[in-house]
């Protein structure tokens, strides 16, 4: 009995709490005791649930870190396996004296056969639903419960072979799963299985609380409304009720035995509103639910609720049709990232992970994330802290970048899986927008999926798109939620000229059609939903590929880990355009990341300027899911690269921002606060020893909420050496410069730079001075920690303080610039 104790421990605590608060609603989650096998192996190995196969097999040394080197291409037997997962537990009677009892899979990664006790409990098809099973008269006092796990191909060349004709984007359109673990163009081919959610007991008498569904009424100044929707997992008894406690007040209604879904509705007067971050507080109300039966509680749950209203305006105008969001009724525009899953195995992600990325994405001035539609549905700490942080939501639903099947199993499987999804996510006030898909409808019309194919053909597959994307999904969401719904993202590729004036863009034009950073600000969409630049990660991440290796960059391992097959030609040819071309290898991987910043700012920079025509930008990535070259701004190990230090500056809700036109340079301030400013301009040329060649002051009044150009500056009649010169602007406490010239072309002088460095109780304060300007000086540390700036212009005379936050107190640091690479 001796491997029986922890779980019985576990359940005694669990057991013992429920009683202190008199709640007869028992939940044992069933996390222990696991092992791992080959179906066609006796020898079986510890397991971790939740989890995956690929995890247990590394924790089990079994197979090599498919992260490191080019050990991912010899992992891929483990998806072409059979795996079974097995446990034991036990029951007090406490627990199976209950009159009803159910065991629940929030997630089972995919094609799975469920046995308790002997007995075939259930199989599954789809790693994004939930499964529960009535087993209370399978349960014993000590029980068995066995999970297989068959390959995702088995299904998949079965699906295919019923179809006559090959449909885009091969096996992966056939399961329901993580599309990106078959292989994107930044993450490997890793296709996991396992228990990759929480697996549970729920036990109760009489009734319990299935669902809640926060649902607004309406708000106002004055008061908002809201019904509290409570759904219970069977009909009560008479004399059972429901009460609600927000606010300070206390709603309570009366429950019978002849219904299941109950609402209570609720009111709080001068309601304090949820708002993202960059706007106001994202105030969250706690609601506690509790059903009682004569007084005597059966089940609570306590939510968190952020009063808020939604519009996605989508209207005709003179230049097209607009696409921004109202939050609380104002226009809000939206800064931010698309986010892709942080590990290829989800297990391996912290709660402190999520706090720390998410964190970045606020110290970055964001304030919207766009969950992308070929990864998951996030776990609910993801939202939770999007909630507390203030920071908005577009949801994609889990289809990306393929045409999907549409008989009737399948479609009915999508339509579980968004009622799962949206009845799991709705009641969070930072999700804004459910999306249909990521860039299918323009794969369609434009990337050559129909060649080939007859007219027969291509209309049942358009016709299986519409009854998914532009029916089933979207009464789901009105069925579930009073969220907006958008088909698919972009509304039109990049083919189409409707891109600029209408929905939402993905301007790729930028990167795979290799274009130059100018076609930025030359064609601005009304929202910019996707756009991007492949850089380098940090030498950290690089370091742990070569494990020890001189970084090479000819290198298999390097090159196993740049997924794009055009991605090093493309990242030369770019660089070769604006910057010097380096030697080694550890600085062209730092000039990589220039080469992104610089391009990212200008796009965003252009995005913003253009403010109302355009209402967002989401660049292409935040992270990234294994140690890559690629679009992220924050790189596998966590750290910033140069574009999201860019990004904070560009994202800020005060920017000064440049155009030159016929020789005149505009100088705009993009003001995204919902009060006007007064402040005066301050501007001044100055050369690269901090020399003034001009200057001026002038005070400007810009609009709240609004885009002005606020100064002109006849640059041609300065007669300017544009490679020894730049312009300052200041605007109160924001502050920016200005390059006449490309960086390759700027006259940049080698010279000594002086440092100070001195503990800080976090770390080390460090402060820089050069007599002459020191062009994106980046600092690295022989220690892992957070500069909380870098790649920074050193500006000439001037002092520049900075922070590095680590635990280490005995750390070396060194100092790269343009200047060293002349």
């Not at 079994?62 to 991912?72: K, L, M, R, S």
């Not at 355009?614 to 910033?640: E, V």
Request: one cysteine or more.
């Amino acid at each position: 009995m001796r491997k029986y104790i922890p779980l019985i421990i576990g359940l005694a605590v669990l057991f013992t709490a429920c009683q202190s608060k008199q709640q007869h609603t028992l939940v044992v989650k069933l996390h222990e005791n696991w092992t791992v096998s080959s179906a066609h192996d006796k020898q079986s190995y510890p397991a971790n649930v939740p989890g995956n196969v690929y995890s247990d097999l590394m924790d089990n040394e079994i197979i090599e870190d498919p992260f490191v080197g080019e050990n991912e291409h010899e992992v891929q037997w483990v998806s072409d396996s059979i795996w079974v997962y097995k446990s034991t537990f036990n029951l007090p009677n406490a627990v199976l004296n209950k009159q009803h009892i159910t065991l629940n899979f929030d997630g089972l990664d995919t094609y799975a056969t469920v046995q308790l006790n002997g007995e075939t409990l259930i199989k599954t098809n789809n790693a994004f639903r939930n499964y529960t099973a009535q087993v209370k008269d399978l349960l014993t006092a000590e029980n068995a419960i066995e999970i297989q796990f068959e390959p995702t191909s088995t299904y998949e060349n079965k699906a295919k072979a019923q179809l006559d004709v090959t449909m885009p984007e091969g096996n992966r359109i056939f399961t329901r799963k993580a599309q990106f673990q078959y292989g994107w163009d930044w993450g490997p081919v890793l296709n996991t299985s396992g228990i990759w959610k929480d697996i549970y007991i729920k036990a109760w008498d009489v009734a319990a609380i299935d669902h809640i569904y926060l649902e607004e009424n309406g708000c106002t100044a004055e008061k908002a409304s809201f019904n509290v929707n409570v759904a219970l997992t069977n009909p009560a008894v008479v004399g059972s009720s429901i009460e609600v406690k927000v606010a300070g007040k206390r709603f309570i209604i009366e429950v019978d035995e002849k219904q299941t879904v109950y609402t209570v509705p609720v009111n709080i007067e001068n309601p304090a509103f949820w708002w993202p971050h960059n706007l106001g507080t994202p105030h969250m109300y706690r609601v506690d639910i509790i059903l009682r039966k004569d007084g005597e509680v059966l089940d609570a749950k306590q939510l968190k609720h952020g009063i808020r209203t939604v519009e996605l305006v989508t209207e005709p105008d003179a230049m097209g049709e607009s696409f921004y969001f109202k939050i609380n009724g104002t226009p809000v525009y939206m800064k931010g990232a698309n986010y892709i899953p942080q590990h290829s195995m989800q297990n391996r992600v912290t709660t402190q992970d999520y706090k720390t990325l998410l964190g970045n994405v606020v110290a970055a001035n964001m304030n919207m994330l766009r969950v992308w539609g070929g990864g998951i549905y996030e776990d609910d700490l993801f939202y939770e802290l999007c909630d507390e942080k203030g920071i908005l939501v577009w949801q994609d639903f889990m289809y990306a970048c393929a045409m999907y099947p549409g008989d009737q199993a399948f479609l009915e499987n999508a339509k579980q899986e968004a009622v799962d999804q949206l009845t799991r996510l709705r009641n969070h006030p930072s999700i804004v927008l459910w999306c249909g898909n990521n860039e299918s409808s323009e794969g369609w019309h434009r990337w050559g999926w129909q060649d080939g194919k007859t007219d027969q053909q291509k209309d049942k597959i358009w016709s299986d798109y519409l009854k998914l994307f532009d029916s089933i999904l979207p009464r789901q969401v009105a069925n579930y939620s009073k969220l907006p719904y958008w088909e698919s993202s972009p509304k039109f590729g990049r083919g189409n000229p409707k891109y600029k004036y209408e929905g939402d863009a993905h301007d790729w034009w930028v990167w795979h059609d290799a274009y130059p950073f100018e076609h930025f600000e030359q064609h601005v969409p009304r929202f910019m939903s996707e756009y991007g630049f492949q850089s380098f990660p940090g030498q950290e991440v690089l370091d742990y590929v070569m494990q020890g290796k001189q970084l090479d960059l000819s290198y298999g391992a390097i090159k196993s880990h740049q997924k794009h097959h055009r991605g090093f030609q493309l990242i030369d040819e770019y660089l070769a355009r604006d910057f010097p071309v380096p030697t080694k290898a550890e600085d062209y991987a730092y000039v990589s990341q220039l080469v992104q910043a610089r391009g990212m700012r200008m796009g965003i920079e252009a995005h913003r300027r253009a403010k109302p025509y355009n209402m967002g930008t989401l660049y292409w990535q935040l992270n990234d899911c294994w140690p890559a070259i690629s679009w992220s701004s924050i790189d596998y190990f966590g750290q910033w690269k140069a574009l999201h230090y860019t990004a904070k500056e560009a994202f800020e809700n005060v920017l000064i921002s440049f155009e030159q036109e016929d020789g005149i340079l505009q100088v705009y301030v993009v003001n995204d606060n919902l009060e006007a400013i007064n402040e005066t301009l301050h501007l001044a040329i100055r050369d690269f020893k901090g020399n003034i060649i001009w200057e001026t002051e002038e005070g400007v009044a810009v609009s709240a909420n609004s885009s002005q150009v606020v100064y002109r500056l006849p640059i041609k009649e300065l007669e300017l050496d544009t490679t020894n010169s730049f312009l300052q602007a200041t605007l109160g406490t924001a502050t920016c410069q200005y390059y006449f010239e490309r960086p390759k072309n700027l006259a940049l002088e080698q010279s000594e730079v002086g440092i100070r460095v001195t503990k800080h109780a976090d770390g080390f304060v460090i402060v820089l001075k050069s007599a002459t300007l020191q062009k994106d000086v980046q600092l690295s540390a022989s220690s892992m920690g957070f500069f909380d700036d870098n790649y920074f212009d050193l500006l000439p005379n001037q002092e520049k303080k900075l922070y590095f936050y680590t635990e280490d107190t005995d750390v070396t640091f060194q100092l790269l610039s343009l200047n060293l690479l002349q």
